[in-house]
């Protein structure tokens, strides 16, 4: 596991898990595929073809932020003609379903402090989680950070996000690679599966996180 700053120079601080949540699949859903079933059923697009041209196009930029948003819509617009940037914006909107790991935030905040680190877009997932803001300690998302999972630069700005704060790391993701390149780092992880089931570990793995800690 990964402590972020030493017992001795951190034993005045309080002692809380570091719990780093994804976002898609992890707190809203995933845009994929529901958003783009719904893109092509609506505009008449080919799933698979309009998949690997974003994928090949423009995803990266998407993610990191080289991309600014109206250039994806400039850019669908190639392949979905009647299609306007409000529609699209809507669907996004509309795809991205909060999930129920959100009521359970007042309860994991009792054992941690909790942040943000997503592959994502900040103008579509600040909308969606404006009533939960506030039990956020940090928000490290792609497209202001400049990189994007597994890109081991975001998961820097997620340390430095942490800074000083006293106590084990646990980061939660649905995709396995990403959750290799965290362990990599020291942290401890748990896959989010898409059963839910995940959820009713989080409490005990924080549990034993923090009597570890504290045995250090």
């Not at 299609?83 to 129920?100: C, F, S």
């Not at 942040?115 to 989680?129: A, F, G, M, Q, V």
């Not at 965290?182 to 599966?193: N, P, R, T």
Request: with cysteine; net charge negative.
């Amino acid at each position: 596991m990964m402590f972020n700053d030493d017992h001795k120079g951190a034993s005045k601080l309080p002692v809380k898990v570091q719990l780093v949540l994804d976002v898609g699949g992890v707190l809203l859903s995933n845009l994929t595929p529901t958003f783009w079933t719904q893109l092509a059923d609506r505009t008449g697009v080919d799933y698979a073809d309009i998949r690997s041209r974003y994928k090949r196009e423009i995803r990266d930029d998407l993610w990191s932020g080289a991309a600014e948003e109206p250039q994806f819509w400039q850019w669908m617009n190639q392949y979905c003609i009647t299609l306007t940037e409000e529609e699209g914006r809507a669907m996004i909107m509309d795809n991205l379903v909060p999930l129920p790991s959100l009521e359970r935030l007042d309860r994991w905040k009792q054992l941690a402090d909790l942040h943000i680190l997503s592959n994502h877009r900040t103008e579509w997932l600040s909308p969606k989680l404006a009533d939960h803001a506030h039990h956020f300690t940090s928000m490290t998302v792609s497209s202001s950070a400049g990189c994007f999972k597994p890109d081991l630069r975001i998961y820097q700005h997620a340390v430095d996000a942490i800074g000083t704060a006293n106590g084990p790391v646990l980061f939660i993701d649905d995709s396995a690679a990403n959750l290799e390149k965290a362990q990599s780092l020291g942290w401890s992880v748990l896959i989010a599966d898409p059963a839910g089931e995940w959820m009713n570990k989080v409490e005990p793995i924080m549990q034993q996180l923090l009597e570890s800690y504290r045995e250090e």
